[in-house]
């Protein structure tokens, strides 16, 4: 099983004692299967999330959504997703409210105003982004805490659209003292789907690396070509002035490398979090009649530990295919993939303990995950060297809207200032740096100068797509056709009479 170092999930909670130098943060990823989610279930489940292995709630709650909507009002975006993001920030808030104390029994009834004691929601929606089918939010207990928000998004669906996609944030956190703070991104994504399509699910995350980035490549490209043109030498038979150009070229080209790597997901600065439906499965083939099948039973020969070493993504990120440099905590949580849902024991809306079983034409596989970029060898070397301490990661129980279960991964971040996370001066100028494996040193792939333009293009497209879908397969844009077209025969039969 993927294991990384320097985390301790059995360490006590000391959320009180370690605030000024931790952010307490939980990252959480589900597919909702285009689905509405209840947000009393939800908040029923999330709440036992916010208890394990911790007292106090998180500083910053962070949701990778899959398949948050049908896919034409995930291509329109705005207002047709605030339904099913509004759904979201009613759960937190109510998980939120449960842990807290108010109720000693867990409920699942809620209304959409309920709040604290004191009249305020625990946690504020500071910022909800989407590409298509993936949505990422982002939730703090204490929103001015949270500056600098960028956003970033790519799309490797058909035509570069974002029925599969990425999209990131990236914000600076601020302890409230004025002097600690650090910098964070969270990607969250949607990777190609089936069992064979393990090539594709790696081009995927080369996709990502190379396009989601948090400024236009192009403008920056664009300022060193400026600062180029202002070098040339005045003669070419001028030996001394054409080494010194051929200098200058060589520091633009280093000044372009860490500007291009400044804005990618893997900033040197920045902590970093991934968090998705990776969709890596246990075979490269669907399951033949009579297969052996995870269990969760501890005494079955098939227990589903054993299935493990299957996995794919633990094995291509071994071999550098996958979410280079990236570490996950150990996986003793199920399969996440693929459930039905069996009919309901009572209520549906009152469901917690959906009763279920795997889907017999697929492998259960270990789909959706949440990895991160451990601290770099320059800040653990120090004598009281922070540590990245990882409290919980585990899967949530079944929602029955959907065949996956969320997976959350709750973690200490340290709050080591942007400057000392970035790779010491003299490591870069080093020979040392091209042979790194720390992608905060060398970047495994060129960023895409041209990434946002094509982003630009497929985003025309996904609004294109997604309205026709709209009118044509939806109850509401079938009445707003027939609406528009009773309006204007009416105003063609006005138009004639007069």
């Known amino acids: ?74 291509f329109i975006g705005d207002y047709f997703l605030n339904p099913y993001v509004a759904r979201f920030d009613e759960a937190i808030n109510l998980a939120a ?41 982002l939730f703090a207990r204490d929103a001015a805490r ?64 190379r396009g989601l980035t948090f400024e ?35 520091e633009h080209h280093r000044l372009l490398q860490q500007q291009l790597h400044d804005i990618s997901v893997y900033k040197p600065s920045s902590h970093l979090f991934v968090a998705g439906d990776l969709n890596y499965r246990i075979s490269t083939t669907s399951p033949p009649p009579n ?3 995870p269990s969760l039973d501890p005494e079955s020969e098939h227990y589903y530990p054993t299935f493990f070493p299957l996995d794919q993504l633990t094995r291509e990120r071994a071999a550098g295919r996958t979410m280079h440099g990236l570490a996950e905590h150990e996986v ?18 009152e469901e917690t303990d959906v009763p279920w079983e795997f889907a017999s034409h697929r492998y259960p596989s270990w789909t959706d995950r949440v990895l991160y970029l451990d601290l770099p060898s320059w800040v653990k070397a120090r004598r009281d060297a922070p540590r990245i301490n990882v409290r919980a990661y585990d899967a949530l129980p079944l929602l029955r809207t959907s065949d996956h279960r969320p997976v959350y991964l709750r973690v200490d971040v340290p709050l080591v200032r942007p400057g000392d996370m970035a790779p010491p001066a003299s490591l870069l100028q080093s020979s040392e740096a091209d042979a790194s494996a720390d992608p905060r040193v060398r970047l495994p792939v060129e960023i895409d100068p041209e990434a946002w333009e094509r982003r630009k293009a497929a985003r025309q497209k996904e609004r294109a797509v997604g309205w026709s879908m709209f009118f044509w397969s939806t109850k509401e844009g079938a009445w707003i056709l027939a609406t528009l077209l009773l309006a204007g025969f009416a105003a063609y039969w006005l138009y004639q009479t007069a």
């Open 291 to 293: 297969a052996a099948f």
């Open 97 to 137: 409210w449960r842990h807290g104390g108010e109720r000693g029994h867990d409920v699942v009834s809620v209304t959409p105003t309920e709040e604290t004691e004191n009249g305020q929601k625990q946690y504020t929606l500071v910022r909800a982004h989407n590409v298509g089918y993936t949505a990422i939010l």
């Open 146 to 209: 949270v500056r600098d928000l960028q956003e970033a998004e790519v799309g490797f669906g058909a035509a570069e659209m974002g029925n599969k996609g990425a999209v990131g944030l990236r914000a600076l956190y601020d302890a409230g003292d004025g002097e600690r703070s650090t910098e964070l991104t969270f990607v969250a994504t949607h990777l190609a789907a089936m069992e064979w399509n393990l090539p594709r699910r790696n081009a995927n995350w080369a996709a990502i690396m």
């Open 1 to 74: 099983m993927a294991t990384s170092t320097a985390v301790d999930i059995d360490a006590p909670d000391r959320s009180s004692s370690m605030a000024p130098s931790t952010l307490d943060l939980l990252v959480l990823t589900f597919n909702c299967a285009k689905s509405l989610i209840h947000p009393g279930v939800f908040a029923t489940h999330l709440r036992s999330a916010f208890g394990q292995n911790a007292t106090g709630l998180p500083d910053l709650v962070v949701l990778s959504l899959q398949e948050i909507a049908p896919l034409s009002q995930a």
């Open 332 to 349: 003793r949580f199920p399969p996440t993939y693929k459930y039905v849902a069996q009919p309901p024991n009572g209520r549906e809306e």
């Open 216 to 250: 236009n490549p192009e403008t920056v490209v664009d300022k060193i070509r400026s600062r180029e043109g202002t070098s040339s030498p005045g003669s070419s038979d001028d030996d001394e002035a054409s080494e010194r150009h051929r200098l200058l070229q060589d």
